[in-house]
């Protein structure tokens, strides 16, 4: 029976390049993934994470060949495409550390998933003949132990569940060994399901009961998304839930968001962005769309490629915003990093805070 479960999931995740292609579906399909239980013994914000890094590899090759960027489309495509936590990993981190850490190059990063909630994370990616080998190499030499764990193979360290330690830190490891986080890596197919604990990896793998994406925070924010037009191929959606701690908005960290969503689309010579802000219950989001327009010009550090565009619903706003490559030949999303820069510049905040 366990495992008809383990083919289920294998199925169900592999599928959903089929069946969600916008930033809306592929969010609430991740979400659907992980089992509310699954992170319970996090604290803090839920930060989730879905990228394809093929979207944006062959554009970037592209670029190189115009002489716009560096002849590094593979690690251009890991940190346009990676979760939260693993791009911040990613970014700090050479490849061959990464290649050193845990046997994966940034070509790996196709088609993969993160959530987290503190010391709890659960996550998916793509993987094939040599990049599993390379990985299972790698987590030998690191003294991982395997075993056959309801049908498939398992490879793990730590004996407790969600509990770091120096011993095992590793800044180039994207899989929580920045922290020093125990490791479960479950091999179904063509896919690498990891956790930071047994329960969280059992409970994705075989899913019961209300879901992460059953929450009405992430429902009003996958329906934000839902308003972004066509701007392209996704390359990432990303999202945080405050859920009573923090969301990355510099100067209103506690509130009045109560949740964000980033989207990041390439196509052949243009890219696209997507933001999403979920009020508090109680703020007129219609009024603070209007606000937002008449600030725009001034929130961020960085010139806008484009005007963006600003749609609002009860308790979301939603900003795109469409342009040509840049400068910098799709190595970067001008439009993104416009919104980091308006998220991380404070000015958004103060309007907030008002």
């Given at each position: 029976m366990k495992r008809i479960l383990f083919c289920a999931i294998v199925l169900s995740l592999s599928a959903s390049g089929a069946m969600a292609q916008g930033a809306a579906e592929r969010l609430r399909s991740t979400l659907g993934f992980v089992p509310e239980a699954a992170l319970a013994a996090g604290e803090g914000p839920i930060v989730a994470g879905f990228g394809n890094g093929d979207a944006v590899r062959w554009i970037a090759v592209r670029g190189a060949q115009a002489g716009r960027n560096p002849n590094t489309p593979n690690r251009f495509a890991a940190l346009r495409s990676a979760a939260p936590n693993?791009?911040?990993?990613?970014?700090?981190?050479?490849?061959?550390?990464?290649r050193a850490a845990i046997g994966l190059q940034a070509s790996d990063w196709v088609n993969t998933w993160e959530v987290a909630q503190g010391v709890a994370r659960v996550g998916?990616?793509?993987?094939?003949?040599?990049?599993?080998?390379?990985?299972?190499?790698?987590?030998?030499?690191?003294?991982?132990?395997?075993?056959?764990?309801?049908?498939?193979?398992v490879m793990w360290t730590g004996e407790a569940d969600f509990e770091p330690s120096p011993e095992r830190r590793d800044a180039s490891n994207p899989f929580g060994g920045d922290l020093g986080l125990p490791l479960r890596v479950a091999f179904i197919g063509d896919r690498a399901i990891w956790a930071t604990g047994w329960p969280a990896l059992d409970m994705v793998i075989s899913p019961s009961g209300s879901t992460l994406a059953q929450r009405a925070d992430a429902q009003a924010v996958i329906n934000g998304l839902r308003r972004v037009g066509n701007l392209g191929g996704l390359v990432s959606v990303r999202c945080w839930l405050r859920n009573g701690a923090e969301v990355p908005v510099a100067g209103a960290e506690s509130g009045p968001i109560e949740a964000l969503a980033l989207a990041d689309y390439a196509n052949r010579e243009t890219e696209g962005a997507a933001m999403v802000l979920l009020l508090e219950e109680g703020r007129d989001a219609e009024a603070f769309a209007d606000n937002l327009r008449e600030a725009w010009p001034v929130l961020s550090e960085l010139p806008s490629p484009a005007d963006p565009e600003i749609t609002a619903d009860a308790r979301s706003v939603t900003v795109t915003m469409r342009s040509d490559w840049g400068e910098d030949g799709a190595a970067t999303n001008a439009a993104y990093e416009v919104f980091l820069s308006v998220l991380n510049g404070g000015r958004l905040g103060f309007m907030l805070s008002r």
């Open positions: 693993q791009r911040a990993v990613i970014a700090a981190s050479e490849d061959a550390a990464l998916a990616m793509d993987i094939f003949p040599d990049s599993e080998m390379r990985l299972r190499g790698a987590l030998y030499v690191r003294g991982l132990t395997e075993e056959i764990r309801g049908g498939a193979p």
